[in-house]
C-alpha cells in the first residue's frame, strides 16, 4: 500500500513543478489600469493632474523591488521608481502630479498631464529595461481603461 502511494504521488508533485513554470508567461507586475483622463477639463493644476494615474500590480507571490523600473507612455515621458518594495498581491498608484510618495501612491511630480486623453500606451519595464507589460488604450468615450 505505502509503495503505490508513493507511485501515485509522483504525477502530483510533477504537476505542481508544472504549474510555476506555465504561469511565468504572465507578468509579474501588471498594469491593471490607465486612469487617463482626469475628471473635469484640462486646464492643469496639481489636483487635476493627480486626477490622471496608472495601477500596477504585483501577481506573485513574493515581494517585488521596483527600484529603477521605469514607466513610459508614447511620448517618451518616463518615470523611475524610487525605493518601492511592492508586496505579493499588492499594487500601487502613480499618479501624474506632485506629491509625497507613500507605500500605496507614488508621486511622477509632473505638473503637466502625461496620458493622452484619446490613445496612447504605458510601458513597464524593469530595472535592466525588460519589457514587463504594457496596456494600450484608444478611446475619448471613457476616461480609463482595466488591462
Ligand atoms: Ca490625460
Known sequence: MRRSAVLVGLPMAALLTYAPAAQAAAPSVQIT?????SPGSDRGGNKSVNGEYIVFKNTTRRAVELAGWTVRDKNGF??????????????VRLRSGMGNDGTSTVYWQRKWYVWNNDKDTAYLRSATGKLIDSCSYNSSRVD???C
Open 144 to 146: 480609463y481603461v482595466n
Open 33 to 37: 489600469r490607465v486612469y487617463y483622463d
Open 78 to 91: 518616463r518615470y523611475t521608481f524610487g525605493d518601492v518594495t511592492l508586496r505579493p498581491g499588492k499594487s
